[in-house]
Structures are given as structure tokens and as C-alpha cells.
């Protein structure tokens, strides 16, 4: 018995394509020479050296002290913020699906909670930390009179992380709770146990895979995270800020590349971990829908603290946010609260703002109907098709999740500033605006393709095939069928793919040229050296696009978009 | 209409899958040959996993052959892509583009065909006339019940004119009274079309309604080929039997053999059969296959029985007797003035001769 036939038939089938297999071949080549490679040219270069392969460089980089510092500082971060961003997501993903909430009030808190990771830049509350609990913070100085409070370090880190990436884990976490099926609950309820042993015995257990995934993506985040280490991490390095200070303060590039093989082997583990162990479990237990709505509790002495508990986070999170704008609007933080539009009139007539704000636009512009092009192609290629390459296309795009920005960055200095394999090959790329583009189309694709494929999963698999049968080549089928099909999801994928590149700095940071100004670069440029004034005006405008950017999209998804014309009914 | 009814002919096709647990390479279809003749509706029948579905989508094109050769109109088509193949299918979920209306649902394959717009505006509104949707050209598929979903289906299949037209179960997800209606429309609508077709399907009666030609596979084989009389009436195994209508089987010896007249010992009873044609001869185990419907019980007949249930079903009653230690149905069709035999009676199976098929 053998396929042969058949693989041979589908074979001849598959080259009768031209178009796709020119698309394909094109992916490959992408995906190799922006991802796979400039990550292996690290592992060439923290192992080989002129006098051949070896471990000295290895052995020198762990031998300095603060690398290993750095190393246990990450992790000791990493694992506090995944714990405390795991539960304080279950927190508000439980009161959210379980708890009676009275008010529209806490309604509209959670929907804030919920939509501030997607538009704001990632350092924003380092800044706010600062200026609300640091040396002449709002609260410590003012309200509480301490005037030698420090948040840089370990705690600032943490406490910025946590309530940065908690909204992830709240989201994620109500996905999973809602699909608990409420007669469980009801049937350990029936048999005499109290709300608490039920939540302990039967709700907890049941989500326990999935807390744990959260605390796995959580912790991944945050070990990636640069710009907030290096706003409030003070001395306190961790790997993302010290590889940073290695390539950019000591020129040690050979160190920097070691250093990041370190991080990323710490990532990648986390990520197989999560990806291929937990993920499935998380949902395994869950399958079955919810066949009817949940009581929700009532009972005064449960809702009570929890909504106040919820509350008060939530209105902590979104004063820090808040006071990013009037940080741009005081004339001296902490001194003088007389309103002033000085340091919005700085940003533009002396340091240059509108350049800035047009470089970042227009880069992001360009880079995010890329993305979201290339993750609906792969999208499709994964779903849709089969074909050899298919795993291999999936995997890489997927493996980008798991790369820091810092390591890609490292890796696309090591990998293209002397040219590919240093042959000169694409050397003019480097210090170019396009080698920025393509640093934010790596950066959101993995994103871009989730979305993409969770989208096409949804569509029946005949729907392509009918188009197929009638007479259209792939290319046609995706222009005509696909594409259209999952337009909420492009055009979701388009903004996600605008703002993450609009907002990000880690891989960035490393890579742009003088002759290119990028307003999150300016923001931790100023919030460095203590201009917090021009630092919240430039982050106070950059967060009025991406809320733009995110408005506009549900406006046009609301009004062109899919569900609007046939996905009800 | 077509403009070239074109026949298929499969020559010794098989079709390898592995089984995604046990990693076994298995045949989901083995050494079939078929020809179907031009204009002809042809029907492939048999349980799920029988691998009729398999078939077809190897004549579409969607599923490559591990052996043998595929002919469409006497080309082989083996190498060709589904949107290169001169064939048009209806899927099971119809498979309706949703974001389009009627009109550009049917007209999309024309579009790819590069007909100018007054031909293809003309088409589309013959062809949805002939299916009973004029008028309806702007509404969007959401807008459509199942039964009128399935038409532009159909519409968007035959007006390609293919040289033949593949049907995936496609009335599976209609209700019972719409399945019955639908598929004497399908009928009418090929003939008027005198198009070929294949059409996939599960459920006996529709196969029977429908077909020139019923296909019965079992487990990747062909178990039988013949119009719905022969298979009905002359079943050439168990299988088919009891697949195609209701049968019931009973063990017998062969007594004695004359031509196509025999005698046969059933549970101490001699039972006369006529119209034999299979090899039996005297002394050889036989099965008789009775369909409920061919028989009665009476006070007298062939098989002495006892009525184990007896139950009023309107148009009939319906009797289970046991004959010796076999349950045997019958269907007493029109049973108003008629005895009705309680449970525990005492009586009879008794049926025509040649209303016996043997195997």
C-alpha cells in the first residue's frame, strides 16, 4: 500500500498554481531571512569565533556579576508579575461573569480595563508610577508627605508590569469562565457545599490550566519587556534593559549576542511550555458551551468586597493613566499645578514632534496593511491548504511570539549591518527605514496570524471549495472568498498590527538611525532624563492616535464590516 | 442544455488515507470501477465511512487517487486541479458564498469564465428560473430558507453547464417533507437539463427516488451495481439486502433444485420458491429474504409462527413473529377488515413464491 499516486497527482496539482506556489516560496524566504536567520546568527556568533567554535564567550558573559544578577532579577519579576497578573485577572474575570454588578458604573470600569492594553504604548505606566509615588510624586510628597519615596527597582517594576499585563489575564480568564457550564456549579451547590467550597472544589480546578497559561504569557511578557525596566527599573537591570546597555554602553557585541541567546532560550522554553502543553489543557476541560445563563450571585457579603476590591483597582489603573495628559499639562510635576500647553509647544517647535509623529505614522502606515495581508495569507496557507511547507510557515511565524524585541533587535544588528552571513548581501537595508518596517511587521504577525487563523477556522471549509469547483485559481478563491470572509479580522488585524508598531520600542530602539525620530523612542529618551513634562505631552499625543486608530476600526467594522451583512440571521 | 453530457469512468481507483490515531495507511476506497453513462443520474449509496463521499470527491478533483485513472468524457483528468475539471458540484452545507447575493452567487463562475454581461445576465435568469427562484437575484443568502439555499446551489452548479454535475448528501440538512420534494425537483431539473449526474447519498429511499442507477459500496468496495428494481428485488448479499429497504433473513437448506423452481427446508417447513437464479443447488444452506411488506399472517401459509408484537400503525400492522428462534416483520398493509392476531397467537407467515429472493 502505498500514497505515492496521490502525493505525486497532488504535487503536479500544486505547481499547476503558480501564484501560490510563488506566494509561498516568497513567505519562505521572508520568514527565513526576518526571523530565522538573524536568530541564528546570534547562535553563530555567541559560539563561533575567529578562532573557531567555542564557549569563551559564554563563559565570559556568565561570569560577569550583573548578568547574572540581571538573570535572577528577571526571573524573580517575571514570576511575581505572572502570579499577581494571573489572579488579579481571575479576580475580575469572576466578578465580571459572576458577580451581579449593580451599577453601569463598574460596567464601563471594566470595559476601560479591558480596552487600556490594546491602546496604550507599554511604558505609560512607568511614567505615572513616577510621577504619582517617586520622589516628588503627587501622592507620596502631597498627599502623604514622604519625600524620599524611591519606586525604581524591583517593586516599581513589578507593580508597573503587573497592572500592565493583568488586563490580558482578565481577558483570557473570561473566556474560560464563561464557558464553564453552570449546572456543575449548581450540582455541588445541590449536594451542600458553600460558595466558597464550590468555587475551591469545582470552578478553581476547572480553570486551573488556564491560570496557569495566563501566568505562562504573562511571564513571557514580562521578561521580554524593556521599556519599562528601563524607565523605573533604576539599578535594578533586568535582561532586556542589561543586553541593551551591553551592544549600546559597551560595544560588546559578541556578549550582547550571547546575552541574548540566554533570553531567548528562557522565552522559547516558557513558550513551548505554554503553547503545547498548557494551551490545549487550558480548554480541554471546557469544551462544552454554557447551556443556559448563570445565577449570579447576589448575596451582599460576596459582591460587596469584591466589586469594591475590583473597583479600586481599576480606578487606581486608570488614575495612572490619567495622569499621563496632566503630566503634560502641569507646568512643573509636583511643584507648580498651574495648566500650561508650554511642553505640548516644546514638543513641536523644539524637539522636532511633528517629524517625529510623521516618521512613526507614516513607518506604521506602511508596515500594517503589510502585516495584515501577510498573516491573512498565512492564515489561509495554515487553514486552508496543505502542502509541505505548511509547518514549517506556521511554526516561524509563530515562533516570533516567543522572540523579545531585544533579541530580534540584537539579532538584526549582528545579522544585516555588515550585510547577510556579512557578504554585503541586503546591506543596504540596515539604518533604512524599511529595515524599521519590517522590524513591525515581525513584531505583530504572530498576532495578526492568530486572530487570522481562530477567524478561518470559523468558515466552512466548502465554502472554498465551491469556489474552487466552479473555477477559481487560489489567488481568486482568497481575493474573492477569503479575504472578504474575514474582513473583521483584517481590518481589527490592520489597527492591532498599527498600533503595536506605532507603540513599540524594544527591537526599535536598537535598530533606528538619527535620521529617523520615533515618538517612543523621544518618550524614553525624555522620561530618561527626567523631562517628564515633554515625556507626557509626546505620550499624551500617541495615545490620542492609537485610541483614534482603535475607534475609527469599530466604526468601520460596525458599519462595512462582516457581521453587519450576513454573519446574523 | 449541457453542452456536452460527458460519462465518467473510474478504472481501478483506490484511495489510501491514514488513520489519524493507529498512523495505519487503510483503503477509504479500493480497486473501484465504474462507468456512468452520459446523461445518466447515477447514485452512490451506503453508510457513512463507506467511502462514497471519498469517490466523488475524487471526480471533483479535491482528493488525488492512489491508483488507477479517472476519465471525464474519455479524458483522463487525474492531473487536473477541481477548477480545471469540467465538473460542478452541490455540497451537503451548500456552501453558499455569504458575503454576495443570488444573482453573483450563480454568476461567479461565469465571471471567471470571462462571458460578457448581457450572456451572463441571461443565463443567470434562465437558469433561476428553471430552478423556481425568479425574482429573488438581489436577496442576500441569509435571506433564503434551506430548501430555496439549496436551489441556488443548484442554480450555481448547472448553469457552468459541466459534463457532469456531483451532488455531496445535499439534502441531508432539509426536513423530512422538503427532502421529498427537493429531490423529485432534482430529478426534473437533470432531465430537462440531460445532464449527467452523481449523487452522494446515504438515505436508501432517495437513492431509489431518484436514481438511474444505484451504486451500493461497503467499506471502500462496490457491493453492488443495477437499477433500484434489481437491487431491491435482487439484493446480491446481506448487506445490500438489509441496506436497500427492510429484509428479513431466513436460514434454510436447499431441499431440492429445478431450474429456477426449488424447495427449501426452512425451521422443519418446506417452503416452494420460484424465479431462482442464484448457484443453489439441493443439499446447499440458502437465506431467504423476505421483505415485510411481501408477506402476511394468516391462519394458514408456509411458516408456522408465534406473534410476539402486533401493533396498529394506521396504513398497516405491524407484526413481529418468531419462526423457530428467528424474529421475522411483516407489514400487514390495509388492515381494517382484516384479522388481527393478538400477542401469544398461534398463525402463519405466508407469501408468494416468487416473492422470495435467495441467496
Avoid at chain 1, 215 to 231: G, H, K, R, Y
Avoid at chain 1, 278 to 292: C, F, I, P, V, Y
Avoid at chain 1, 424 to 453: D, E, K, M
Wanted: with cysteine; proline share 4%; aromatic share 10%.
Amino acid at each position: 500500500m502505498a500514497r505515492t499516486q496521490s502525493a505525486d497527482l497532488d504535487r503536479k496539482k500544486f505547481f499547476a498554481d503558480p501564484i501560490m506556489v510563488t506566494t509561498i516560496a516568497v513567505l519562505i524566504a521572508f520568514l527565513t531571512l526576518f526571523i530565522l536567520y538573524p536568530l541564528a546568527i546570534l547562535l553563530v556568533d555567541s559560539f563561533v569565533t575567529d578562532q573557531g567554535p567555542t564557549l569563551s564567550v559564554f563563559r565570559r558573559v556568565m561570569g560577569m556579576s550583573n548578568f547574572r544578577r540581571a538573570i535572577t532579577n528577571t526571573l524573580k519579576v517575571g514570576f511575581l508579575v505572572g502570579i499577581a497578573s494571573a489572579l488579579i485577572g481571575l479576580l475580575f474575570a469572576y466578578v465580571e461573569v459572576y458577580v451581579r454588578l449593580r451599577t453601569k458604573f463598574m460596567g464601563g470600569l471594566f470595559k476601560v480595563v479591558s480596552m487600556l492594553p490594546v491602546v496604550s504604548p507599554p511604558f505609560v505606566l512607568s511614567l505615572s508610577m513616577i510621577m504619582l509615588f517617586g520622589k516628588s510624586g503627587i501622592i507620596t510628597r502631597y498627599l502623604l508627605h514622604i519625600y524620599d519615596n524611591s519606586v525604581y527597582g524591583f517593586w516599581g517594576i513589578a507593580i508597573v508590569q503587573t497592572l500592565t499585563f493583568f488586563p490580558v489575564c482578565y481577558m483570557m480568564m473570561k473566556g474560560l469562565l464563561k464557558n464553564i457550564d453552570p449546572s456543575l456549579e449548581e450540582a455541588a451547590r445541590d449536594m451542600g457545599a458553600s460558595r466558597w467550597k464550590v468555587f475551591m472544589t469545582v470552578t478553581l480546578p476547572l480553570v486551573l490550566p488556564g491560570l496557569g497559561n495566563a501566568f505562562l504569557v504573562t511571564f513571557i511578557e514580562s521578561i521580554a519587556d524593556f521599556a519599562n525596566p528601563m524607565i523605573i527599573g533604576g539599578s535594578y537591570d533586568t535582561l532586556a534593559t542589561t543586553i541593551y546597555l551591553q551592544i549600546t554602553g559597551a560595544y560588546d557585541k559578541e556578549g550582547a549576542s550571547a546575552m541574548a541567546v540566554v533570553l531567548l532560550c528562557i522565552t522559547l522554553f516558557m513558550f513551548i511550555l505554554q503553547k503545547y502543553w498548557l494551551e490545549a489543557k487550558s480548554t480541554a476541560t471546557l469544551s462544552g458551551k454554557a447551556s443556559r445563563a448563570r445565577m449570579l450571585i447576589e448575596d451582599k457579603s460576596v459582591t460587596r468586597p469584591l466589586s469594591i476590591l475590583c473597583s479600586l483597582l481599576a480606578l487606581f489603573v486608570i488614575l495612572m493613566y490619567i495622569c499621563v495628559p496632566f503630566g503634560a499639562l502641569f507646568r512643573t510635576w509636583g511643584y507648580d499645578f498651574h495648566l500650561t500647553t508650554k511642553w505640548f509647544v516644546q514638543v513641536f517647535k523644539r524637539y522636532k514632534g511633528l517629524k517625529a509623529f510623521k516618521d512613526s505614522f507614516i513607518l506604521s502606515l506602511i508596515a500594517s496593511p503589510i502585516t495584515a495581508l501577510l498573516s491573512m495569507i498565512i492564515s489561509y496557507l495554515v487553514v486552508k491548504r496543505k502542502f509541505k511547507a505548511k509547518g514549517f510557515i506556521e511554526a516561524v511565524s509563530m515562533l516570533a511570539m516567543a522572540v523579545p524585541g531585544t533579541v530580534l533587535g540584537i539579532g538584526y544588528i549582528r545579522g544585516f549591518s555588515a550585510g547577510v552571513f556579512r557578504t554585503g548581501f541586503l546591506q543596504g537595508l540596515y539604518g533604512t527605514g524599511a529595515i524599521l518596517i519590517i522590524v513591525f511587521i515581525v513584531r505583530s504577525l504572530p498576532t495578526g496570524t492568530r486572530s487570522g487563523i481562530s477567524a478561518l477556522r470559523q468558515i466552512d471549509k466548502s465554502i472554498e471549495e465551491s469556489a474552487y469547483d466552479m473555477g477559481a485559481d487560489s489567488f481568486r478563491v482568497f481575493m474573492t472568498v477569503t479575504l472578504p470572509l474575514i474582513k473583521d479580522s483584517f481590518l481589527s488585524g490592520l489597527v492591532t498590527a498599527f498600533v503595536r508598531s506605532i507603540t513599540a520600542i524594544s527591537a526599535i530602539i536598537l535598530l533606528v538611525t538619527p535620521q529617523y525620530l520615533l515618538i517612543t523612542v523621544q518618550i524614553n529618551e525624555f522620561a530618561e532624563k527626567g523631562a517628564y513634562g515633554i515625556a507626557c505631552a509626546f505620550a499624551t499625543i500617541l495615545i490620542a492616535i492609537t485610541y483614534s486608530a482603535v475607534l475609527l476600526m469599530n466604526l468601520v467594522i460596525r458599519y462595512f464590516g462582516t457581521s453587519r451583512n450576513y454573519q446574523e440571521s | 442544455m449541457a453542452k456536452e453530457k460527458k460519462g465518467v469512468r473510474l478504472e481501478h481507483i483506490s484511495k489510501i488515507y491514514q488513520d489519524p490515531k493507529t498512523k495505519k495507511d487503510f483503503y477509504a476506497v479500493k480497486d473501484t470501477s465504474l462507468d456512468i453513462e452520459p446523461g445518466s443520474f447515477v447514485t452512490l449509496l451506503g453508510p457513512s465511512g463507506c467511502g462514497k463521499t471519498t469517490t466523488l470527491r475524487m471526480i471533483a478533483g479535491f482528493e488525488s487517487p492512489d491508483e488507477g485513472e479517472i476519465y471525464l468524457g474519455g479524458e483522463p483528468i487525474n492531473a487536473l486541479t477541481p477548477n480545471k475539471r469540467d465538473t460542478a458540484m452541490v455540497f451537503q452545507s451548500y456552501a453558499l458564498l455569504p458575503h454576495y447575493n443570488i444573482f453573483d452567487n450563480v454568476a461567479y463562475g461565469l465571471k471567471l469564465r470571462k462571458l460578457d454581461k448581457a450572456e451572463i445576465k441571461e443565463k443567470v435568469t434562465n437558469i433561476l428560473k428553471l430552478v423556481g427562484l425568479e425574482g429573488m437575484e438581489a436577496r442576500m443568502t441569509n435571506q433564503l430558507s434551506g430548501g430555496q439555499q439549496q436551489r441556488v446551489a443548484l442554480a450555481r452548479a448547472l448553469v457552468l453547464e459541466p459534463g457532469v454535475l456531483l451532488f455531496d448528501e445535499p439534502l441531508s440538512n432539509l426536513d423530512a417533507k422538503l427532502r421529498v420534494s427537493m429531490r423529485t425537483e432534482i430529478r426534473r431539473i437533470q432531465q430537462e437539463a440531460g445532464i449527467t449526474a452523481v449523487y452522494v447519498t446515504h438515505d436508501q429511499s432517495e437513492a431509489m427516488a431518484i436514481s438511474d442507477k444505484i451504486i451500493i459500496m461497503e467499506k471502500g468496495v462496490v457491493a453492488q451495481m443495477g437499477t433500484p428494481q434489481e437491487i431491491y428485488y435482487h439484493p446480491t448479499s446481506e448487506f445490500v439486502a438489509d441496506f436497500i429497504g427492510e429484509a428479513n433473513f431466513l436460514r434454510g437448506k436447499m431441499v431440492s433444485r429445478n431450474g429456477s423452481e426449488g424447495v427449501a427446508d426452512v425451521n422443519g417447513s418446506k417452503v416452494e420458491l420460484s424465479g431462482l437464479t442464484g448457484p443453489q443447488k439441493a443439499g446447499d444452506d440458502c437465506t431467504l429474504v423476505l421483505r415485510p411488506e411481501a408477506a402476511v399472517v394468516a391462519d394458514e401459509g408456509q411458516l408456522p409462527c408465534k406473534v410476539i408484537l402486533s401493533c396498529f400503525m394506521g396504513s398497516y400492522q405491524n407484526y413481529h413473529v418468531m419462526v423457530g428462534d428467528t424474529q421475522v416483520k411483516v407489514t400487514d398493509f390495509n388492515p381494517k377488515n382484516k384479522k388481527i392476531y393478538e400477542v401469544g397467537d398461534e398463525a402463519f407467515v405466508k407469501f408468494d413464491p416468487e416473492s422470495v429472493h435467495v441467496l
